[in-house]
């Protein structure tokens, strides 16, 4: 199957710090890609729909200040969180779609364990 | 919007037995039925997926069934293997590249 990575893989900051995280798409041109956030043991909520060249589409209840999401290339989506604070820390996983799969198969990066302390 | 239900949240199996995970979904309009495995700490991987125009599909020992009318969909795994064991996730979307709604996910653990 197609290929995300995710940069970086973990973490660490300090309150009030900005944090940038890259998702790639390395074998396939990604028009769509999706931020998720997800807490231990839980589910994967959907943040936002990035694509490529527009702005990005947030979910309800998702501040567009605060998780800043670029999509400049139709290989690379970026989210940054600005002015981290502790209740951001969680594990960050962004999604591609593939339309070479059909045009609904979604491929996860490896995710990004933030922790803001 | 959709909302996407799943049980059960826990499940334990013996080597060999099968394991079912059954979703429910609201939105009549989904289309597209994807189902994901996740490891511990790792990304969910798209084990098999389901379209509305089609009753059932398999894939060696996994199986995914839909039954529109009722609004649910079902994962079915045979002969389970300790390596089968991971969070499992089911979704839905209305198809045409449109986002997915997950399921809470279900903790399959398959015993020696």
């Known amino acids: 199957g197609a290929v995300v990575s995710q940069h970086p893989s973990r973490v660490i900051c300090k309150s009030g710090t900005s944090v940038k995280i890259e998702c790639r798409s390395l074998?396939?041109?990604?028009?769509?890609m999706f931020w998720y956030r997800q807490f231990p043991k839980k589910s994967l909520m959907l943040m936002a729909t990035s694509n490529e060249g527009s702005k990005a589409t947030y979910e309800q209840g998702v501040e567009k200040d605060k998780f800043l999401i670029n999509h400049a290339s139709l290989t690379l989506s970026t989210l940054t969180v600005t002015s981290a604070h502790p209740e951001d820390s969680s594990f960050y996983i962004c999604?591609?779609?593939?339309?070479?799969?059909?045009?609904?198969?979604?491929?996860f990066g490896p995710g990004t364990r933030l922790t803001v302390l | 919007g959709e909302n996407v239900e799943q049980h059960p949240s826990t499940l334990s199996v013996q080597e060999g037995d099968s394991a079912v995970i059954k979703c429910t979904y609201s939105?009549?309009?989904?289309?597209?039925f994807p189902w994901y495995k996740q490891e511990l700490g790792k990304r969910p991987q798209l084990i098999i997926d389901?379209?509305?125009?089609?009753g059932e599909k398999k894939d060696q020992r996994i199986a995914v069934t839909l039954n529109k009318t009722a609004k649910h969909f079902s994962l079915h795994i045979t002969e389970t293997q300790p390596e089968d064991s991971a969070v499992y996730f089911c979704a839905a979307s209305m198809g045409g590249g449109n986002k997915l709604t997950f399921g809470t996910g279900t903790q399959l653990k398959v015993e020696l």
């Open positions: 389901i379209r509305s125009n089609v």
């Open positions: 999604s591609a779609r593939d339309h070479g799969s059909g045009p609904d198969t979604q491929y």
């Open positions: 939105d009549s309009a989904s289309n597209y």
């Open positions: 074998d396939f041109q990604a028009t769509t």
